[in-house]
């Protein structure tokens, strides 16, 4: 999960990075969409809309290639959601993170007797490093590139990172990177190149981490006493990241909701 925060936060806060990585065009004006789609509401990972184009650019970014439903139909879906919303061209883009031999992440269509619909596939192990070493917001995703000599690519990208002049800026970034380069790299080998205090600095980094305990609790409570009222989900996105790492461990002891009220009650 941290993996796909990280990627959301990289779109949510560099957004023209991104358009004008995929889109060969001049593009300088860009609105962000929200992401929430209309019926039986789901999030995308990133909605763009390109006015001089009169086009909407769509962004799926996957750590891994299995999904449920299968990714052809979910960009269908999709397709059909955002543009029955906007009535606008949607140009969509799958990016997988993690390099593999499954087939899955060589689909790039769903054709199924007269319907056809064809979207764009990125495998980042396979894009060159030299473009995205050239934009901050890429870093993360250069240091998944194409290369023959991993070792010296990360050390390209921490050399850009320390390029990097505004500080917060740079410390989100370093963070970024350092999550994603799990994916491909040792983390001993990571520590080598990258500068540990950035990554513990960023508040970003912070809160990417305390989102990912708060899906994962969630996720817990559900399985353990069912549905969460939401006042009570309210209050548990209230909980700090160390109050987050008790509840995980006092769930396993519940058995209904109402074990999980009495908990909430005693943090008073």
């Not at 031999?101 to 007797?113: G, R, Y």
Request: glycine content about 2%; hydrophobic content about 40%.
């Amino acid at each position: 999960m941290a993996y796909d925060n990280i990627c959301r936060y990289l779109t949510d806060n560099y957004p023209l990075s991104f358009v004008q990585w995929l889109i060969a065009e001049d593009i300088n004006k860009i609105e962000v969409l929200p992401t929430e789609l209309p019926i039986q509401p789901i999030r995308c990972d990133a909605l763009f809309l390109l006015p001089t184009l009169n086009r909407i650019l769509y962004l799926e970014i996957q750590t891994s290639p299995k999904s449920d439903p299968p990714m052809p139909i979910r960009m269908l879906d999709y397709w059909l959601r955002i543009y029955r919303k906007y009535s606008c061209p949607v140009q969509q883009v799958v990016i997988f993170l993690q390099e593999t031999n499954s087939p899955d992440v060589f689909v790039d269509s769903l054709i199924v007797e007269n319907t056809r619909h064809q979207y764009q596939v990125i495998r980042v192990w396979e894009q060159e490093s030299e473009p995205l070493l050239q934009v901050p917001a890429l870093l993360p995703l250069a240091v998944l590139a194409k290369t023959d000599e991993p070792n010296k690519l990360l050390q390209q990208v921490a050399l850009a990172i320390d390029k990097i002049e505004e500080q917060p800026q740079q410390k989100n970034i370093a963070a970024c990177v350092e999550v994603l380069a799990s994916l491909k790299f040792d983390k001993q080998l990571i520590q080598q190149y990258l500068r540990e205090e950035l990554m513990q600095e960023a508040p970003m980094y912070q809160e990417i981490i305390k989102r990912g305990k708060l899906e994962l609790v969630i996720r817990q409570l559900k399985r353990r006493v069912g549905e969460i009222s939401p006042k009570l989900a309210s209050q548990i996105k209230e909980l700090s990241g160390e109050k987050l790492d008790d509840l995980s461990e006092a769930l396993l002891d519940f058995s209904q909701p109402s074990d999980l009220v009495t908990w909430m009650d005693n943090q008073g």
